[in-house]
């Protein structure tokens, strides 16, 4: 069945330290979008790509950083520069305008 | 720029009772309008979608919304409540003459009382 792969579930990190989140599609789509969710404050945006070799940053992309080399995979980075990195961190990817967003199960990030 | 209101972060109704959670959007085109569910510790899930045609809109899980232009709304209801229904609610729109890219508004949290 087709659907996005978030790796890992749960990732603890020690401060100062970079970690790459993992997010895999195997859906076609071309848009892929990573959210950032802290309780009470909905889903925010960290960056998206619509089409591979070219992203922008969201609302929240300051700590963070994306590449996108290949069509199914959309990384992000957490680096020691993000301040406050603990979250809930959710992938998505979309096909076309209207068809609304597919997501991953997510990965909880905890610092310690 | 578009942007989506979700009055109420907790909502709670007894099983059987009437779901309604409320949402407002903003934008200069018509838009798309989107509800989502999230369960605890998971990605979300796509309940239904207004994408211009039918100002009714049918999902899953019993759930239902009505466009009204009039409103700028886009309300969540469902007749009967049942304990699975518990979870986390988020409304978000798009620009149907945009890219894909949706906001999404601070999230409905419902409690079924038993």
């Known amino acids: 069945d087709g659907g996005i792969t978030q790796s890992p579930k749960y990732l603890f990190r020690k401060e100062g330290q970079n970690v790459t989140l993992s997010c895999e599609q195997n859906?076609?789509?071309?848009?892929m979008y990573w959210y950032r969710q802290d309780p009470g404050q909905g889903l925010r945006l960290i960056y998206y790509?619509?089409?591979?070799?070219?992203?922008q940053k969201g609302d929240i992309a300051e700590g963070y950083s994306v590449s996108r080399e290949k069509k199914e995979s959309f990384p992000l980075t957490v680096t020691s520069a993000q301040k406050n990195p603990t979250a809930f961190y959710l992938c998505?990817?979309?096909?076309?305008?209207?068809?609304?967003?597919?997501f991953g199960s997510g990965t909880r990030l905890t610092v310690v | 720029a578009q942007s989506v209101t979700q009055l109420g972060s907790h909502v709670s109704v007894s099983e059987g009772a009437l779901v309604l959670l409320r949402c407002n959007y903003s934008s200069s085109v018509p838009p798309y309008l989107f509800w989502y569910v999230q369960y605890p510790n998971q990605g979300l899930q796509l309940l239904l979608k207004?994408?211009?045609?039918?100002?009714l809109v049918k999902g899953i899980n019993g759930f239902e919304a009505e466009f009204k232009k009039s409103e700028t709304s886009f309300h969540l209801t469902k007749p009967s409540a049942h304990m699975s229904d518990a979870a986390e609610y988020f409304c978000?729109?798009?620009?149907?003459?945009?890219?894909?890219?949706?906001?999404f508004g601070t999230g409905t949290r419902l409690t079924i009382i038993p």
């Open positions: 859906l076609n789509h071309d848009a």
């Open positions: 207004y994408t211009s045609a039918a100002t």
């Open positions: 978000a729109v798009s620009d149907p003459f945009g890219n894909e890219k949706l906001t």
């Open positions: 998505a990817s979309s096909s076309r305008v209207g068809n609304g967003y597919t």
């Open positions: 790509s619509q089409i591979v070799n070219d992203f």
